[in-house]
């Protein structure tokens, strides 16, 4: 990986598989919109940012170096080799040609508090209606990072709330799940840090203890805000792919599970009728 810090841009050359439709507009992350010129515009944490990809390039605006390399490249995974990881998982005969098909898609690493907020609002919900529910929460109790974009609110402005102000936003049933666990995380009952250093299983474990969180907002939450590449969600979709490894997943999928998953949710999504 190249950097070069331009006047107006940071511009970042030989990272491979990293495709922006198919990691920002997959279901992992809901707070990327894609522009008319093809670049993405979104927040993280409380940082914004415009990327697109040009030659092969990957441009950042909207950023500095520092905020770049304490954030970003983390954010994009971009220190990990995911050219040999897809070759491992091209083990595999159904993902041997997915991956080629579908070629780029990458796991963000996003922050616990926000990931695990998003998969509560994501139960029983659409794309769409998520990132719809998700912009009002961050629009009426984020920061203002100006231009219409706003931070994700942090877990004690939102412990301030009661169910009624979440109701208030679109978040139906799922409002009395997080004024609880807005206001667990906020008073240290729930320590999401502690949470990322414990084993999958042990982690697990913890997130199925938290009101409203169920094994699939788990299994979520632990691949994309937690740090847990062996966390393997199950949804209606990844049920039917199962159908094809009756024996278990194969031993080319070990430690990056939720790799595989991504791979094989989007094959599912386009080709299983």
Same mark, same amino acid.
């Given at each position: 990986?190249?950097?070069?810090?331009t006047?107006?841009?940071?511009?970042?050359?030989?990272?491979?598989?990293?495709?922006?439709?198919?990691?920002l507009?997959?279901?992992?992350?809901?707070?990327?919109?894609?522009?008319?010129?093809?670049?993405?515009?979104?927040?993280?944490?409380?940082?914004?940012?415009?990327?697109?990809?040009e030659?092969?390039?990957?441009?950042?605006?909207?950023?500095?170096?520092?905020?770049?390399n304490?954030?970003?490249?983390?954010?994009f995974?971009?220190?990990?080799?995911?050219?040999?990881?897809c070759?491992?998982?091209?083990?595999?005969?159904?993902l041997?040609?997915?991956?080629?098909?579908?070629?780029?898609?990458r796991?963000?690493?996003?922050?616990?508090?926000?990931?695990?907020?998003?998969?509560?609002?994501?139960?029983?919900?659409?794309?769409?209606?998520?990132?719809?529910?998700i =912009?009002r @929460?961050?629009r %009426?109790?984020?920061?203002? !990072? +100006?231009? #219409? &974009?706003y931070s994700?609110?942090?877990?004690?402005r939102? =412990?301030? @709330?009661?169910? %009624?102000?979440?109701?208030? !936003? +679109?978040? #139906? &049933?799922?409002?009395?799940?997080?004024e609880?666990?807005?206001?667990?995380?906020?008073?240290g009952?729930?320590?999401l840090?502690?949470?990322?250093s414990?084993?999958?299983?042990?982690?697990?474990?913890?997130?199925?203890?938290?009101?409203?969180?169920?094994?699939?907002v788990?299994?979520c939450?632990?691949?994309?805000?937690?740090?847990?590449?062996?966390?393997?969600?199950?949804?209606?979709?990844?049920?039917?792919?199962?159908e094809?490894y009756?024996?278990?997943?194969?031993?080319?999928?070990?430690?990056?599970?939720?790799?595989?998953?991504q791979y094989?949710?989007?094959?599912?999504?386009?080709?299983?009728?």
């Amino acid at each position: 990986m190249k950097i070069k810090e331009t006047e107006k841009s940071i511009v970042v050359s030989g990272v491979e598989c990293l495709d922006l439709d198919l990691t920002l507009d997959c279901g992992q992350a809901f707070r990327w919109e894609r522009c008319e010129d093809g670049s993405y515009c979104g927040v993280a944490g409380s940082n914004f940012l415009n990327i697109r990809k040009e030659n092969g390039d990957l441009i950042f605006e909207n950023t500095d170096i520092e905020v770049f390399n304490n954030f970003w490249v983390n954010y994009f995974d971009l220190n990990r080799d995911y050219k040999a990881i897809c070759d491992k998982l091209r083990e595999d005969s159904l993902l041997s040609s997915t991956i080629d098909e579908y070629y780029g898609i990458r796991i963000l690493n996003q922050e616990p508090w926000e990931a695990l907020c998003s998969f509560v609002i994501s139960q029983q919900n659409n794309i769409k209606r998520i990132k719809l529910i998700i =912009s009002r @929460l961050c629009r %009426a109790y984020g920061d203002d !990072l +100006g231009n #219409g &974009y706003y931070s994700f609110p942090s877990a004690q402005r939102l =412990s301030e @709330l009661e169910v %009624a102000d979440f109701e208030a !936003l +679109g978040c #139906g &049933y799922r409002a009395k799940y997080l004024e609880k666990l807005s206001k667990d995380v906020a008073s240290g009952k729930i320590d999401l840090e502690k949470i990322k250093s414990l084993t999958l299983e042990e982690a697990r474990k913890e997130l199925l203890n938290i009101y409203g969180v169920g094994i699939k907002v788990a299994n979520c939450a632990l691949l994309f805000g937690f740090g847990f590449l062996s966390a393997f969600p199950v949804d209606v979709w990844m049920k039917r792919v199962m159908e094809h490894y009756p024996n278990g997943l194969p031993e080319c999928f070990d430690g990056i599970e939720g790799i595989a998953q991504q791979y094989l949710f989007h094959w599912a999504r386009n080709n299983i009728k």
